[in-house]
């Protein structure tokens, strides 16, 4: 829920596109600044954050091709 990802300490911004990749099953950097309108490194920042609480896992080879998803921990 919202509640829970806010007490994990992420910020409106995180919280959309967990939300977003909830219903949709993933999320690329180019979707995350669409989303919430942030500059590529700002989204980068943000997303790499939702992988080191372990909320998001990134897969995929650098740039373009890399794929975030919900980890198995949080995807019940």
Do not use: P, W
Request: aromatic share 6%; charged share 25%.
């Amino acid at each position: 829920t919202e509640e829970y990802l806010r007490e994990l300490g992420l910020n409106a911004r995180q919280i959309k596109a967990v939300m977003y990749v909830k219903k949709r099953g993933k999320i690329t950097n180019k979707e995350y600044q669409e989303l919430t309108g942030v500059s590529r490194q700002m989204a980068t920042i943000d997303l790499t954050q939702l992988v080191k609480n372990g909320i998001f896992s990134r897969s995929g080879k650098a740039g373009v091709g890399v794929v975030y998803k919900l980890t198995k921990l949080t995807n019940n």
